[in-house]
Nanobody, 117 residues
Framework: QVQLVESGGGLVQPGGSLRLSCVVS????????MGWYRQALGKQRELVAT???????NYADSVKGRFTISRDNAKNTAYLQMNSLKPDDTAVYYC???????????WGQGTQVTVSS
């Protein structure tokens, strides 16, 4: 059974940094795509950043220059380094992965990030 487990969320002051991690377990198939999404209270889930298995990245305009997505294919792990955090970044952050030739989609349970003074 495929599982995605996020960690690294928490409370941080504006201007601070956090690093999120997402570990994929239970799959012997290739992980073609990994991404981070977020959902703030009362809002729709939105894309934050994605990365392919070859390292190509894509970012939402709102996080460009502040967030960096990366992955360690050997560890089936993706990371999201978040710098210069703003209160608007407050949300539950979800990890997403597309696995296998059929690109089956999987989600993690989410980790809360709160940016507040």
């Amino acid at each position: 059974q495929v599982q995605l487990v996020e960690s690294g969320g928490g409370l941080v002051q504006p201007g601070g940094s956090l690093r999120l991690s997402c570990v994929v377990s239970g799959s012997g198939r290739s992980i073609y795509y990994m991404g981070w999404y977020r959902q703030a209270l009362g809002k729709q889930r939105e894309l934050v950043a994605t990365i392919t298995n070859s390292g190509n990245t894509n970012y939402a305009d709102s996080v460009k220059g502040r967030f960096t997505i990366s992955r360690d294919n050997a560890k089936n792990t993706a990371y999201l380094q978040m710098n210069s955090l703003k209160p608007d970044d407050t949300a539950v952050y979800y990890c997403n992965a597309a696995i296998g030739l059929q690109l089956l989609n999987y989600w993690g349970q989410g980790t809360q990030v709160t940016v507040s003074s």
